[in-house]
């Protein structure tokens, strides 16, 4: 495999999963999500699809669920570019940003992530849910399995091909605007993406770890599911966060009011892109101990220049 077929292979895992399955969407009664079965037949009415209802007492304590370290997720400049997609706004990431632990099979490269909302802090638009409960919004960050290297044939039938990160985001409270910093500098790009396909360079210093402050990140819900848009892919290891990030009601508003989902500004803004919860079918969903013994709060942040060194070394090599 040649230094080309990897990079376009990586592509290609990108778009399959930010812009598969044809004219879907989110409202029209035409094409809305209780449609997608019909539009991207393959996945989409499967049994262990995505979203669903968390029910904390009904999770299944297992203590293999160790903690994940997070590799580049300290660093100011993973962030490559910001797109409006006609269906969400999506972080494209660059290359070595990596999640490892976390009882996951092996490590998994970031891609990638991007957001589901309501209506402003009114209308909540979470896609998963806690015992009934809808936040505000929620962040997905999207790892594939680091070991299929981009070859899409293996990764697309692996099960657990995609490891999904799920954060839920809830207002601060207080009389507070503009927060946290490095929220206010990311829906700072918005007014530059209001319309669908206006994607902009991200050239402001700004870390994941900044944007998941707050979360204790070795306290999580596992279960297996699915991509929440079509296709539906059933190859989805997903791992949804107990503790909300919380970040300011002005910077919450901005995703329903500064984004379009179509070419022009006459078009509708972009509100309710969420799935609605799908049937669970018998699937368990785990966590951790309910043991409250703190443990240090996992910004466990790892920057691991000898992993980067390796995927450069690598890189090279392949030319
Ligand atoms: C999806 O599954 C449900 C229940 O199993 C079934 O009633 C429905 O016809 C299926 N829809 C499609 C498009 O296959
Ligand atoms: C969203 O909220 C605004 C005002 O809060 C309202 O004018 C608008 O109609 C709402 N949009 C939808 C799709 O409900
Ligand atoms: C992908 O993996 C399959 C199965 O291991 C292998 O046969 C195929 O050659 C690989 N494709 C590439 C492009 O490496
Ligand atoms: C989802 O499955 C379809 C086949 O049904 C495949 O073409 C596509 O590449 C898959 N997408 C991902 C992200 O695995
Ligand atoms: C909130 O803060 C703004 C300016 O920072 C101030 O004008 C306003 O009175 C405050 N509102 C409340 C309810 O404290
Ligand atoms: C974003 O828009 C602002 C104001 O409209 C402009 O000053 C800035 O250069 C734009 N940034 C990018 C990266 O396009
Ligand atoms: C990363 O950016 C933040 C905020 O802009 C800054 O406070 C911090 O010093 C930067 N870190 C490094 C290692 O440059
Ligand atoms: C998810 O599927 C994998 C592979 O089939 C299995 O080993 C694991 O126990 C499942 N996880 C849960 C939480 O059911
Ligand atoms: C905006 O798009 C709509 C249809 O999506 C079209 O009818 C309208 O003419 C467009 N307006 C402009 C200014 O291009
Ligand atoms: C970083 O890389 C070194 C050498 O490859 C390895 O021993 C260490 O476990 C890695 N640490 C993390 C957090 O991945
Ligand atoms: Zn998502």
């Known amino acids: 495999m040649n230094r080309l077929v990897v990079i376009n ?16 969407c989110y409202h029209d009664p035409s094409c809305g999500d209780t449609t997608w079965p019909t539009i991207a037949t393959e996945h989409c009415n499967g049994s262990r ?11 299944v304590v297992d203590a293999t669920l160790t903690t994940f370290t997070f590799t580049k997720y300290g660093d100011n400049y993973t962030m490559k570019n910001i797109k409006n997609t006609g269906k969400t706004v999506i972080v494209k990431l660059r290359s070595g940003v990596q999640v490892t632990g976390g009882a996951l099979s092996e490590a998994y490269d ?25 936040y505000p919004m929620e962040l997905h960050i999207v790892n594939a399995k680091s070991s299929h290297n981009g070859n899409t044939t293996t990764a697309v039938t692996d099960s657990t091909g995609l490891a999904a990160l799920g954060f839920f985001i809830e207002a601060m409270p207080g009389n507070v605007t503009g927060s946290p910093a490095a929220w206010n500098t990311l829906t700072s790009y918005l007014a530059n993406i209001t319309l669908k396909d206006d994607i902009v360079k991200i050239t402001h210093a700004i870390s994941l770890d900044e944007l998941l402050e707050g979360v204790d990140r070795t306290k999580y819900y596992r279960y297996n599911g699915s991509l929440t848009t079509p ?3 059933e190859t989805v290891v997903w791992t949804v966060f107990k503790d909300p990030i919380k970040v ?11 984004l379009h989902i179509d070419h ?10 969420f799935r609605n ?20 709060p996992s910004g466990a942040s790892t920057t691991n220049s000898s992993l980067g060194l390796m995927a450069l070394v690598w890189m090279l090599l392949m030319v």
Do not use: Y
């Open 264 to 273: 022009n500004s006459t078009s509708d803004l972009m509100t309710n892109v």
């Open 49 to 59: 699809q995505s979203p669903i209802n968390i029910v904390s007492a009904s999770a």
């Open 9 to 24: 292979a990586a592509l290609f895992v990108l778009t399959a999963i930010s812009a598969a399955g044809g004219s879907w």
């Open 248 to 258: 300011s009601q002005d910077l919450i508003d901005l995703f329903s009011t500064k």
């Open 277 to 296: 919860k799908k049937p669970v079918n018998g699937r368990v969903v785990t966590t951790q101990g309910s043991s409250s013994t703190a443990l240090p």
């Open 231 to 233: 296709n539906c892919n």
């Open 110 to 134: 970031s891609l990638q992530f991007h957001l589901h909302w309501g209506n402003g802090t009114s209308v909540p638009g979470s896609e998963h849910t806690v015992d009934g409960t809808r």
